[in-house]
């Protein structure tokens, strides 16, 4: 039972108060001395839906050309740097950086680029059936991969 912080009095019915600018939980009878304070009922807080936002798969990659795409996707619509850094609510250094392949664009800013381009700056990449069929059972060796030079 939790009780008085001012006189000790073990009661069920506490009341925040303020005495001398202390935040107190006392007994009605000691409430009397400061002023009570009303206790605000929380509220429950709906959670926030979360946007949907594109994210690349888990095989998708970047493009290995990135830059150069959106380099022409920019230039075919006429676009400076600025024009589309302002668009895109980014710095025209970010795009400049991006488009010289200095810096990989974060999801975020390639999704935006995605959209405003209306290019694909993620793509799958192939994948190569590298087995050989061989009539025969012998499995490869590591002379039959390596060039061995003769002294």
């Known amino acids: 039972m939790p009780s ?3 006189c000790g ?3 069920d019915n506490l009341k925040k108060t303020k005495i001398e600018g202390a935040l107190m939980k006392v007994c009605s009878s000691c409430s009397d001395m400061g002023e009570v304070v009303e206790q605000k009922k929380k509220k429950k807080t709906k959670k926030k839906k979360k946007k949907t936002t594109y994210r ?4 998708e990659k970047l493009a290995n050309n990135y830059g ?3 380099k022409q996707a920019r230039e075919n619509r006429q676009l400076s740097m600025k024009e589309l850094a302002d668009s895109l609510n980014e710095k025209a250094s970010l795009i400049k950086k991006v488009e010289r392949e200095d810096l990989k664009p974060e999801k975020s800013l390639a999704n935006k680029l995605s959209k405003e381009l209306e ?3 993620y793509v799958n990449p ?3 059936d590298t087995s050989v069929e061989s009539t025969d059972n012998k499995k490869a060796t590591l002379g039959d991969v390596a060039d061995v ?3």
């Open 4 to 6: 008085c912080q001012l």
């Open 9 to 11: 009095e073990d009661s």
């Open 56 to 59: 690349p798969k888990d095989n």
């Open 68 to 70: 150069e795409k959106i």
């Open 119 to 121: 290019i694909t700056l």
């Open 126 to 128: 192939e994948v190569y």
């Open 149 to 151: 030079k003769e002294q």
